[in-house]
């Protein structure tokens, strides 16, 4: 019987069928059929159903287990006794049915010999547990025929401890009780009819071990006893010594630590320094690395175990990479061909799913089941984010907003929002409980721009804010973003603590009477267009009498430009007035760009402009039609703020800004304050009081005398006031700018050589470095900037010149000196200047 799925021993059956699960470096069903075979039993039919390929495969027709073998394969789950009809063809004798997933050395023949005595039509094997719950009880009489049984009852029903353990001895009649075409059980349905019809059926209490090996914990308890001699079976190997079973062309280092008993499979290689405990088993071709400390753990073949690996009580699945330093805790299961990252740490009774990867760092104190990967970190450059219902679950979104009010003081106020996906919806609610639950209460905004969110943070009495939203052009993927009490992004220390209280889980939780309120508040939308209209020049604005093409992009913007843009005075043609989820979701910035243009030029409006469907981040096109690259709205943000303004004002900008910004600014009396790339660090920037716009690379622009975050309809009113102000177009704008020169490239760069490589790039630098964000290397007629990627394992590289083929040839020979720098696969260090 080998068609069982062994949907407990997850996620070990993930990809196999459980009977083909190693039990000391054989499959279980291997050690079945070598019991057979010793009992005589020549000829074996094997029921098949889940992945049965995998057991064609291994087992063939038998000879090489010096027995004939044929398959019957299940096309549809037929039950114990159905499955075994679907083979009767080949059942034309006596036989004796056994589960091919189950570890036992019982004698067999005496099971037969008491069948034959007895004249019996069907003999049921009997095995005294502890615990009787998960199998069938039977009670027989002295001369061993079967009185009454149940099978699997409650603590209750429970009048014996023998119980079935699925090894059957039955004449061909059997099949009169087992009707066709539908799923039958012996237990539930044959063996009741024959006990009515009065059959001969009778109970053999069989001598030996048996494990039925149908969890995770059974299966390391079954090393344990095999290993202990506990059970006859054949472990492949040479006998070193008590207890040491060593396989062949296996190599141990005379250095490496062997504590007994313990098994080292086929061409398995421990190193100095290793440690193997005891209950360890390593399978066929695995790679233990030095300092490797392994105890009670089972390791299947061709997995690698890296330098300084720790698992206590550990199963690691085939083919399964666990890089220096990892800690697997008690309890951890690791399927198939996962990948763990240097460091990291798997907690107590994690599984993780076949074809994972748990990045370096990253500490996982849940399992990785449907998730993508686990993160060396929570938090990424946008908050935390993944796969909705996948990586972001209810119940990640629930702790997290517990880490996340465990901060603050209990009876804080955090303010709430989302878009308009159901996504979205539904993780709003388990975060809001989370937040209660801590004793928080929440302001909700329910569907509201990202900025409007933020202004009711900073304008009310919250003292923190989350929001949740698909992730820019990718509708699969959400991400809940943090505000602090100013409105703007956490900061990276704040997300660290927040990351410390999730991974330990530590909490507060309140009582009952404390736990916290949900609050509605009205006019919010109107309170946000109230503030915006106070912060810029509407009599300006007003007078000029702008004509204006606005594409809402599906946003929630849409609950707030009406309002602003009725105040302002102006003309305007909409453009996706409404909001709307799988328009969002399919949000394209250059076809919305591209097709505003079009309307700005045969409209004869002045200015166009996209806003993303999170209302952050802004697109202009000029009254000519010309869509702004990104570089270009800033330089012209830039002039128009500067030229505008008292002199000495500044701008922060991040590194990655063209250095003609500067010269733009200067001449025009202003100040340019670079910063770190990151969002946080130029909302940072923007508290300061003299600190006039912040601009992105994105889109983004900060105008701190209103709101000190991203806010594009605030960009797109400050642009129509700029404007005004100055009399101009922005088509005039555009063609007084600098010219720039800007190339990028990306180098892949494993975690753990991140460091090493900025390291060397400072040591290497020739000129001045700036170390404001990553390492910028200034040259005479431009920079070069090498930064690490903070969510993948990556290293950019920006650099400018005085013409696009000369800032392409700098990119590149930076991003060469960082492959350099990088070990070569075989690990020797590679030779500079040669890829």
């Known amino acids: 019987m080998a068609g069982g799925e062994g949907t407990r021993l997850r996620p070990l059956t993930s990809n196999q069928p459980k009977p083909m699960i190693p039990l000391a470096n054989r499959p279980m069903m291997e050690h079945i059929v070598m019991l057979l075979q010793r009992h005589g039993f020549d000829d074996i039919v094997v029921t098949v159903a889940f992945l049965a390929n995998n057991i064609r495969s291994y087992f063939g027709d038998g000879s090489e287990f010096g027995v004939r073998m044929v398959y019957a394969t299940e096309e549809t789950p037929l039950g114990t006794a159905g499955s075994v009809r679907n083979a009767m063809a080949e059942l034309d004798e006596r036989f004796l049915v056994i589960s091919g997933d189950v570890l036992t050395d019982i004698d067999l023949s005496q099971v037969v010999d008491f069948h034959d005595q007895r004249g019996a039509l069907a003999t049921i094997g009997l095995t005294a547990v502890e615990n009787p719950l998960e199998f069938g009880i039977v009670i027989t009489a002295e001369d061993g025929s079967i009185e009454r049984f149940l099978e699997k009852p409650t603590w209750g029903q429970v009048f014996s401890d023998t119980v079935n353990n699925g090894i059957f001895v039955l004449e061909p009649e059997i099949f009169d009780y087992i009707p066709a075409g539908r799923p039958v059980d012996f237990s539930g349905e044959v063996f009741p009819a024959l006990l009515e019809h009065r059959r001969p059926?009778?109970?053999?209490?069989?001598?030996?071990?048996?494990?039925?090996v149908g969890t995770l914990e059974a299966y390391t308890r079954a090393h344990k006893d095999v290993l202990d001699s506990k059970v006859v079976v054949d472990v492949p190997g040479f006998r070193l010594q008590e207890g040491i079973w060593l396989g062949e062309g296996a190599e141990v280092d005379p250095r490496a630590e062997?504590?007994?008993?313990?098994?080292?499979?086929?061409?398995?290689?421990?190193?100095?320094?290793?440690?193997?405990g005891e209950y360890t088993v390593l399978g066929s071709n695995v790679m233990v690395r030095a300092d490797a400390d392994l105890e009670r753990s089972v390791v299947h073949d061709n997995a690698y175990v890296g330098k300084g690996v720790s698992a206590r009580d550990t199963v690691v699945g085939r083919s399964t990479d666990l890089r220096a330093g990892v800690r697997c805790e008690e309890g951890v299961v690791l399927g198939d061909e996962c990948f763990v990252g240097e460091q990291a740490v798997l907690t107590a009774g994690v599984k993780i799913y076949p074809f994972k990867t748990v990045e370096a760092g990253a500490v996982v104190n849940s399992s990785l089941?449907?998730?993508?990967?686990?993160?060396?970190?929570?938090?990424?450059r946008h908050g935390v984010a993944g796969l909705a219902n996948v990586d972001i679950t209810p119940e990640l979104a629930t702790r997290v907003a517990m880490a996340y009010a465990t901060t603050l003081k209990k009876g804080a106020t955090v303010t709430t929002?989302?878009?308009?996906s159901r996504a979205a919806r539904m993780l709003k609610r388990a975060v809001m409980a989370?937040?209660?639950?801590?004793?928080?209460n929440v302001d909700d905004l329910e569907v509201?721009?990202?900025?409007?969110?933020?202004?009711?943070?900073?304008s009310q009495r919250s003292q923190g804010g989350i929001t949740l939203r698909l992730m820019p052009g990718d509708a699969q993927s959400v991400v809940l973003r943090f505000f602090d009490d100013s409105g703007t992004d956490i900061s990276a220390d704040l997300s660290r603590k927040v990351e410390?209280?999730?991974?330990?889980e530590d909490f507060r939780r309140v009582f009952p009477g404390d736990i916290g309120d949900i609050d509605f508040p009205p006019r919010s939308t109107e309170f946000y267009a109230a503030a915006l209209m106070a912060a810029v020049d509407v009599s300006a604005i007003r007078g000029h009498g702008f004509k204006v093409v606005v594409d809402y992009s599906f946003g929630t913007t849409a609950f707030v430009m009406p309002n602003v843009l009725s105040k302002l005075g102006a003309e305007v043609l909409a453009v996706n007035p409404y909001a709307s989820t799988p328009g969002a979701a399919a949000f394209d910035p250059q076809a919305s760009a591209a097709r505003v243009s079009g309307l700005v030029r045969s409209s004869g409006s002045q200015l166009g402009v996209v806003l993303d469907p999170d209302g952050e981040h802004a697109t202009f096109i000029d009254d000519e039609g010309h869509v702004l690259t990104e570089m270009q709205a800033v330089l012209a943000m830039v002039q128009l703020v500067a030229s505008t303004s008292e002199p000495g004002c500044r701008i922060a900008l991040p590194v990655t800004v063209a250095s003609r910004a500067e010269e733009l600014a200067a001449g025009l009396g202003a100040e340019v304050v670079w910063t770190k790339v990151a969002a946080s660090a130029l909302m940072h920037a923007a508290l300061a009081d003299d600190v006039s716009l912040a601009a992105s690379l994105d889109g983004g622009f900060i105008f701190p005398s209103f709101l000190p975050a991203f806010d594009g309809v605030a960009a797109f009113a400050k642009m129509l006031e700029l404007l005004a102000r100055t009399g101009t177009r922005l088509s005039k704008v555009r063609g007084t700018l600098p010219a720039t020169h800007l190339a990028h490239q990306a180098v892949a760069t494993p975690w753990e050589h991140k460091g090493a490589v900025m390291r060397t790039l400072v040591e290497q630098a020739v000129g001045e470095v700036v170390l404001v964000d990553g390492v910028k290397v200034l040259h005479d007629d431009g920079w070069a900037l090498a930064l690490p990627d903070p969510d993948d394992p990556l290293t950019h590289v920006w650099a400018e010149a005085q013409s696009d083929e000369a800032a392409l040839a700098r990119a590149e020979d930076y991003a060469e000196r960082l492959r350099s720098m990088l070990p070569s696969p075989s690990g020797a260090e590679r030779t500079p200047g040669i890829r």
């Open 500 to 504: 410390r209280l999730y991974y330990r």
């Open 201 to 212: 059926m009778y109970g053999y209490v069989c001598e030996g071990y048996w494990e039925d």
């Open 258 to 276: 062997l504590v007994g008993p313990a098994v080292v499979g086929d061409h398995a290689r421990v190193e100095a320094g290793a440690r193997l």
């Open 448 to 458: 509201a721009p990202v900025p409007v969110t933020r202004f009711q943070v900073r």
């Open 417 to 420: 929002s989302r878009d308009s």
């Open 434 to 440: 989370g937040l209660n639950s801590t004793g928080v």
């Open 369 to 380: 089941v449907w998730e993508s990967r686990g993160s060396r970190s929570l938090f990424g």
